[in-house]
């Protein structure tokens, strides 16, 4: 097994973070206004560091941090494997949460190359990005010899929606899901970010030794070009989304091998790019 060991600094405890809070309210209707409550999804500052060195600033649902921040790190191509994060440390404090990691000497000059600075929107995939070519990247091509039919597809976005506990209860967070036609869903994360959702499951599959390339990515969410960057990396050979992509997401997965079905709704959805493997 890897050596990863995720712990909690002095300033709280994992077991205290909550991904809800119920909140008082009061209510209007047509018939009359009363007071009472609604459950809304937590979200705060989450920092994510390297060396002691904070990297990025993102707001997001303090649950399944570990996840998250190996996940980044995955995606985000400053680490190759998940055990070379080594210790992944949780500490609170007054102003947010801190998720700590330490690299090796060998990845420290790849993480000053690509240095961000990201304080911003819920999940903001390329605030602060160095430059237009980084921005643009394209993603490893993905391969494979995965192939689904349009009833996995339809079941597959079926299992996700049933799946999303924390939505259920709030109404108002992402989720990003792994599912295998041998197994069903294997994997779910949520957050109130979508790109954070993805990171989550990235973390979630590399700690659990999952092979993208088995399976198929799905989105609540729209899918801009950082989504499908972040599938290809984990090498998922379909990436399925409830709404529609954007321009460069359909060419970025067109270049990167990716089979994009995006506007899925119970009676169908769209194809975007590399059908085939559908049998479309």
């Not at 937590?42 to 997001?60: G, H, L, N, Q, R």
């Not at 404090?93 to 790849?110: D, F, I, K, P, Q």
């Not at 609540?220 to 321009?247: D, F, H, N, W």
């Not at 995006?262 to 085939?276: C, L, Q, W």
Request: charged share 20%; proline share 4%; net charge negative.
């Amino acid at each position: 097994m890897p050596h990863n060991r995720v712990s909690v600094g002095s300033g709280g405890s994992v077991g205290a973070l909550s991904g809800a809070e119920t909140l008082p309210v009061v209510r209007w209707r047509a018939d009359g206004v009363a007071a009472s409550q609604r459950v809304a999804p937590t979200e705060t500052p989450v920092a994510i560091t390297y060396d002691a060195s904070t990297y990025a600033v993102m707001m997001a649902t303090p649950l399944d941090l570990e996840d998250f921040a190996i996940g980044f790190s995955l995606t985000e191509g400053l680490i190759e494997t998940w055990a070379e994060a080594g210790e992944v440390e949780v500490v609170a404090n007054a102003l947010g949460l801190e998720v700590r990691m330490w690299l090796g000497s060998e990845r420290r000059a790849r993480l000053a190359t690509r240095r961000r600075h990201m304080a911003g929107p819920t999940g903001c995939g390329l605030c602060g990005v160095d430059s237009l070519a980084e921005a643009a990247r394209t993603p490893p091509v993905v391969g494979g010899d995965l192939t689904l039919t349009p009833q996995d597809i339809l079941a597959a976005m079926a299992a996700m929606a049933s799946a999303q506990t924390l939505n259920r209860e709030t109404h108002g967070v992402h989720a990003a899901a792994f599912w295998r036609t041998a197994d069903g869903l294997v994997a779910i994360r949520e957050d109130v970010g979508r790109h954070n959702a993805l990171d989550k499951l990235a973390g979630a599959l590399a700690r659990q030794g999952e092979q993208g390339a088995t399976g198929a990515i799905l989105l609540t969410s729209r899918v801009s070009v950082e989504m499908v960057q972040k599938a290809a990396v984990i090498g998922a050979p379909i990436l399925a989304a409830v709404s529609a992509p954007t321009t460069l997401a359909v060419r970025t997965a067109q270049a990167a091998g990716v089979t994009l079905c995006a506007v899925a709704r119970a009676d169908g959805f769209e194809v975007f790019t590399h059908p085939k493997r559908l049998g479309l």
